[in-house]
């Protein structure tokens, strides 16, 4: 209970104790409490100190951008209250690209592109920054503030002052011209703390260079996932692959117009297996949703 900011309330004692009890024995464990009495903060300030003793990092994920805010100004309360661990107990909020990137934010056509096409546009934008020793003009303005160091460290010092919430660290990296998710990444080493959304963990290229960027074994990392009950439709979703009956006819119309290339040693052509494809969807179609829409309909009907 050293780290908890509040005057403890008797249920989060027992969370506190349980989740205490779990990190010890290294074993799982999954709680569900009411809304207000606390959830987050039992379970940031418990693992917290467990981690700070036993030299572990956290990754506490969350589903909305509110969530991450709500932990970060958790954070905050428990720093308040324990000022002689101020350096130790650091966080960072952290992003996808799509929020951090400052191009995109005030670029309205590159804000309505792709996490792919977004990733090579910075890719692109970063390696004419590094090459521009005689033009400084080229690339990225906030990624060439961000390859000087000078700078660099006074956003690193000003943010392990204040432990600022995503929002409250890209408002401030904008007023300076730097790039925001560089920085971030750059401070994920120095954190105890990252708080992430879901996708951080749960897709596995993103993951693998959240870990990298941790620099830590994961038998070294806590994971928290904030709001579970949402991860059985998240998963669903991320893992579902859509395929429509326009994008099927959009690819037989290209593939007849640039030579119709043949497929499988040349048994049919790419516009005979999108064809196929449309069939395959409108049988499932027919069979599926016009009979389920038919269902409902007589079901009224004849009660």
């Not at 909305?64 to 002689?84: F, G, P, S």
């Not at 130790?88 to 952290?94: L, N």
Request: hydrophobic share 35%; charged share 30%; proline share 3%.
């Amino acid at each position: 209970m050293n780290l908890f900011p509040y005057k403890p309330r008797k249920n989060q004692k027992v969370i506190i104790q349980t989740i205490k009890n779990s990190l010890e024995s290294k074993k799982d464990i999954v709680f569900e409490s009411g809304t207000g009495s606390g959830k987050t903060i039992c379970a940031l300030a418990s693992t917290l100190e467990f981690a700070l003793q036993n030299n572990k990092k956290i990754i506490y994920t969350t589903r909305t951008n509110a969530q991450q805010r709500q932990v970060i100004l958790e954070l905050r309360q428990i720093r308040n209250k324990n000022k002689d661990n101020n350096e130790k107990i650091f966080g960072i909020g952290i992003q996808g690209r799509a929020n951090m990137c400052i191009l995109a934010k005030n670029d309205l056509e590159l804000s309505k592109g792709t996490s792919e096409e977004l990733s090579k546009f910075c890719s692109n934008e970063k390696k004419k920054a590094k090459s521009s020793n005689k033009d400084k003009e080229k690339g990225c303005i906030y990624y060439r503030n961000f390859i000087d160091k000078e700078k660099v460290e006074f956003v690193k010092d000003w943010v392990k002052k204040e432990l600022p919430t995503a929002e409250e660290f890209i408002e401030f990296c904008e007023k300076r011209q730097i790039c925001p998710y560089e920085i971030n990444r750059a401070l994920m080493r120095e954190s105890s703390l990252v708080v992430v959304p879901y996708i951080y963990v749960f897709d596995q290229m993103i993951r693998n260079m959240l870990f990298d960027s941790l620099a830590v074994p994961e038998e070294d990392m806590i994971l928290i996932i904030d709001e579970a009950h949402n991860l059985p439709d998240y998963l669903r979703e991320l893992h579902s692959i859509e395929l429509s009956m326009y994008m099927l006819n959009s690819c037989s119309f290209e593939a007849e117009k640039y030579g119709n290339p043949s497929m499988v040693d040349g048994r049919f052509s790419v516009s005979d297996f999108c064809k196929i494809l449309s069939e395959i969807l409108r049988d499932i179609r027919d069979t599926y949703v016009y009979y389920h829409d038919l269902k409902l309909l007589v079901k009224p009907f004849m009660t």
